[in-house]
C-alpha cells in the first residue's frame, strides 16, 4: 500500500476527525497486518479478533485500526496523544496500558457504562437496569485509578455503577475531574448530591445529572456545598425526579455560568415555594436553558434572581387554559426583563421567527444589529392551540421585546411542518413599529408576508419605517403566472405606501430571471431598488 505523503500533524487531524465516528468502541473486522497470533476463544464481550504483536491489545477497534495498516499510519497515531484520552471499562488491561503510555499525561475521560457499545456521547441509552460490572472490569478501573486518578478530568458513569465504584475512589479520589455526567438512578431516596461528593471533585466545573429519582443538595455534613459553591460553572438536569429540589440546590452556587433544566416535574406553586419567599441569586450566570409545561417553566423562573443581560432559552408546551390568558411564562420574561432597580442593558436589534415542526414555534431575538451565532433570547412555544389564541404578538411575548427592533428574518419552515399560523406578520409582529428590514424565505412564508403587507381598509400600513424588502429562497421552478402574481401584489404595496409617506426604497429578490419579459417587474423597478441577490 503507498503511503500518503502527509505531514504526520496532519495525519493526526484526520485520526482524530475518525476517531468522532469511529470511537474506540466498535468491533473491528479487519485483521492486523502486522503479525499475530491467532484469535483466542474469548466470551461474548471480547473481541473475536486477533491479538497484535505490535500493540499488545486483542482488539484493534475503530480509529484504532489505522495502527494496523502502515508503520507511517501507526507512528502518526501514536504520536497524536489526544486519540488516547477515551477510556472505558470495557477495554482489556492492555488496550488501557496503551492509552495510558500513548497520551503523554494528558487529561483523561472515562466512560463507565454496562453494554457493550458505549459511546461517548452522554445522552445515548448504554445503560440497563440490573446489569453490574464484572470483577474484571472492577479491576481494570482500579488499575487506571491507581496509575492516573488525578488525570481523570471527566467521568461518564451511572448512578447504581457509580455507587459499585465508591471503595476505589476511597483509595483514590478524584480531586482533579472536571465534568461529570451521572445517569440513571435505580433507587428511590438515596441522595445522589452524597454519592457526588464521595469522589471529593475539588475542581469540578461541569455537572450533568439525568434520569436521577431524587437528590437532595444540602444534606448537613456533607462536602457537597463547599465543593459547588466554589467551583461549578455548568449544571445540566434533565428528568430530575422532583424539580423543585433542584431549585433549592441552586442557592448558593455563587460561580454558576451555565444552567440547563429539562423534563421538569412539579408544578409552579411548589417551585415557587422551594425559594421559601426570597428569590436565588444567579448574578454570574450567563445562559439559562428551560423546557418544560408553561407553568412549570415560569415557577422556575420567577425562582430565579438573574443578571438583566442574562441569555434565556426557553422550550414551553403551552396547554389550554394558558392561551385565554397572558401566559404564566411570558408574564414571567416580562418581569425579568423589566425588573425594578435593573440597570439598563442593549436593546433587542433583531429577530428570527422559525417553523420548528407542525406545531411549534421559535422566536430568537439578539441584541446584535448583525446576525449573531447565539440569540440572546430564544423562545420555542410547542402547542396545537394556536389558532385559538385570543392574544396577538406571539402570544404576548412580541411587545415585550417590540423596542428597537430593526430587522426581522423570517424563516423557511422545515421539511413536514404545515403553516398553521394565521396572518403571519399581523398576528405576531404588529408591534415592530421600528422596524427597518423584513426578511423572508420560503415560498409559502413569501406568500403569507406579502398578503399581510397588502393594504387593509381599516389598518394602518405595517411597520411604518421598513425601508427594505427580502425575498429569499423562492424556487426557480415557480411558473411564470405565479411570478406575474407575486409582481402584481408587490406593486400594489409598493405604491400604497408610497402614497401613504411609509415607501420601502428597496427589494431584493434571489433570481432576475424571474424579472425578465414581465411588464410589472419592469413597473416595480421604478417605484423602488431592485437587487439581486447574486450581486450583493
Not at 500500500?1 to 485520526?15: A, K, Q, S, V
Not at 455507587?163 to 440513571?184: D, E, G, K, T, W
Amino acid at each position: 500500500m503507498t503511503c500518503p505523503i502527509l505531514p504526520p500533524e496532519l495525519l493526526g487531524i484526520i485520526f482524530e476527525l475518525v476517531a468522532i465516528e469511529h470511537p474506540f468502541l466498535v468491533p473491528f473486522t479487519v485483521p492486523c497486518d502486522v503479525p499475530t497470533h491467532p484469535p483466542t476463544d474469548r466470551g461474548p464481550f471480547e473481541l473475536a479478533g486477533p491479538q497484535c504483536d505490535e500493540c499488545r491489545t486483542t482488539f484493534p477497534l475503530g480509529w484504532f485500526s489505522v495502527t494496523h495498516v502502515c508503520r507511517r499510519w501507526r507512528d502518526a497515531a501514536y504520536a497524536t496523544s489526544s486519540l488516547w484520552t477515551r477510556i472505558n471499562n470495557y477495554m482489556p488491561r492492555p488496550a488501557v496500558e496503551v492509552c495510558l503510555e500513548c497520551s503523554r499525561g494528558q487529561p483523561l475521560s472515562l466512560f463507565i457504562g454496562r453494554h457493550r457499545h458505549v459511546l461517548t456521547h452522554p445522552n445515548q441509552d448504554w445503560t440497563w437496569p440490573g446489569a453490574v460490572l464484572e470483577e474484571e472490569e472492577l479491576a481494570r478501573i482500579a488499575f487506571l485509578f491507581s496509575q492516573a486518578h488525578l488525570r481523570i478530568q471527566k467521568l461518564v458513569t451511572t448512578r447504581d455503577l457509580l455507587r459499585r465504584l465508591i471503595p476505589i475512589f476511597a483509595q483514590s479520589p478524584l480531586h482533579n475531574v472536571q465534568s461529570i455526567n451521572l445517569l440513571f438512578c435505580d433507587k428511590l431516596n438515596e441522595n445522589s448530591a452524597d454519592l457526588i461528593a464521595s469522589l471529593r471533585p475539588h475542581c469540578l466545573r461541569e455537572l450533568s445529572l439525568v434520569g436521577l429519582t431524587f437528590i437532595q443538595w444540602s444534606q448537613p455534613g456533607t462536602l457537597w456545598p463547599d465543593i459547588v459553591a466554589s467551583s461549578l460553572h455548568s449544571l445540566v438536569c434533565d428528568g430530575i425526579g422532583y424539580t423543585p429540589l433542584v431549585i433549592r440546590g441552586l442557592r448558593g452556587l455563587r460561580s454558576l455560568r451555565f444552567l440547563r433544566v429539562h423534563k421538569m416535574s412539579g408544578n409552579m406553586q411548589d417551585m415557587e415555594a422551594a425559594t421559601s419567599g426570597t428569590a436565588i441569586e444567579l448574578l454570574h450566570c450567563q445562559e439559562i436553558d428551560l423546557d418544560g409545561l408553561d407553568e412549570q417553566v415560569a415557577g422556575f423562573l420567577n425562582a430565579l434572581h438573574l443578571r438583566p443581560d442574562v441569555r434565556l432559552r426557553i422550550r414551553s408546551r403551552l396547554l389550554h387554559h394558558s392561551i385565554h390568558m397572558l401566559p404564566p411564562n411570558v408574564a414571567a420574561i416580562r418581569a425579568h426583563l423589566f425588573r425594578p432597580g435593573c440597570q439598563p442593558i442593549t436593546p433587542f436589534r433583531t429577530v428570527t421567527f422559525h417553523h420548528v415542526s407542525s406545531y411549534a414555534w421559535r422566536l430568537c431575538a439578539s441584541r446584535q444589529v448583525e446576525s449573531a451565532s447565539r440569540s440572546d433570547l430564544d423562545v420555542t412555544y410547542d402547542t396545537s392551540l394556536v389558532r385559538k389564541s385570543p392574544y396577538e404578538d406571539f402570544f404576548g411575548l412580541s411587545p415585550t421585546i417590540a423596542d428597537n427592533i430593526i430587522g426581522l428574518h423570517i424563516t423557511s419552515p422545515d421539511p413536514g411542518a404545515t403553516n398553521n399560523l394565521p396572518r403571519l406578520l399581523r398576528h405576531n409582529f404588529s408591534s415592530f413599529t421600528s422596524l427597518e428590514l423584513l426578511r423572508v424565505c420560503g415560498t409559502g412564508m413569501v406568500a403569507q408576508a406579502v398578503d399581510d403587507l397588502l393594504p387593509q381598509p381599516d389598518d394602518p400600513p405595517l411597520f411604518p419605517v421598513l425601508r427594505e424588502l427580502v425575498l429569499a429562497d423562492l424556487p426557480s421552478q415557480m411558473l411564470s403566472a405565479e411570478y406575474e402574481e407575486l409582481g402584481v401584489k408587490l406593486l400594489v404595496i409598493f405604491n400604497t405606501r408610497r402614497k401613504a409617506g411609509v415607501p420601502i426604497r428597496v427589494l431584493q429578490v434571489p433570481d432576475g430571471e424571474m424579472m425578465h419579459g414581465k411588464t410589472v417587474w419592469d413597473e416595480l423597478s421604478s417605484l423602488v431598488t431592485v437587487r439581486i441577490a447574486q450581486d450583493t
